[in-house]
């Protein structure tokens, strides 16, 4: 596609459910990466996958949190026993060549209830 | 620590004055600074990075190694830079991960 597409753009969970979110990015890019985004917060890094890899997971926040991206190109990511404060914007972004900017998708808000 | 801070939550400034965006960083090395804005209702999208020395929608920035900032400057504020403009780094090797600042809301008023 054209751009970073990630599904849905809202999520609205009881706590103690399982969400997932999928990022979908420019075809071709191999490079993706998730950030969450509290409320008055900047991006902060989750986990970042190189082709099927996830290369870097450091920020991922507990064993709650996965992500997968079998193909190398969709990736998705998984949230088990969801609480309020997993409640954030969920971004996804993906780039090309090593040192190319950045295509944010316009991110999932996730609301646990 | 690797840390990137913006202090000004908000910056309200009027049509046509000069706008300063303060950030300053903490890493140990070289890294790769960036400014990204998301405008209202739009994605997050890059604006400059420092390795490229160029001028965005007139806006420029300067890496200051020695005072470890990288502040984004416009001399005359237009009403459509309204926006959220976010600092970012990237550290050195492969990853590519970002650590962004809270960010900074710009107010421009009419």
């Known amino acids: 596609g054209a751009g970073v597409s990630q599904t849905p753009s809202n999520k609205v969970t009881e706590k103690g459910k399982y969400v997932e979110l999928r990022c979908d990015p420019i075809s071709g890019h191999t490079a993706l990466y998730w950030y969450r985004q509290s409320l008055g917060q900047g991006p902060e890094f989750l986990i970042y996958?190189?082709?099927?890899?996830?290369?870097?997971d450091s920020g991922l926040p507990n064993d709650r949190f996965f992500a997968v991206r079998p193909e190398g190109s969709v990736s998705t990511l998984k949230i088990q026993r969801t609480e309020r404060g997993d409640s954030a914007v969920y971004l996804c972004a993906s780039r090309g060549q090593t040192g190319g900017g950045y295509t944010f998708g316009s991110g999932t808000r996730l609301t646990v209830v | 620590a690797q840390r990137v801070t913006q202090p000004e939550k908000l910056l309200s400034v009027f049509k046509g004055a000069p706008v300063e965006l303060k950030c300053n960083y903490s890493y140990s090395g070289s890294p790769e600074l960036f400014w990204y804005v998301q405008y209202s209702r739009q994605r997050l999208q890059l604006l400059l990075r420092h390795i490229s020395r160029e001028s965005i929608k007139g806006f420029t920035a300067d890496l200051n190694k020695g005072e470890t900032s990288f502040h984004l400057k416009k001399p005359f504020a237009q009403e459509e830079d309204s926006a959220m403009y976010y600092c970012?780094?990237?550290?050195?090797?492969?990853?590519?991960?970002?650590?962004f600042g809270q960010g900074t809301t710009l107010q421009v008023k009419p």
């Open positions: 970012a780094l990237s550290g050195t090797g492969n990853t590519g991960k970002l650590i």
């Open positions: 996958f190189q082709g099927t890899g996830a290369a870097d």
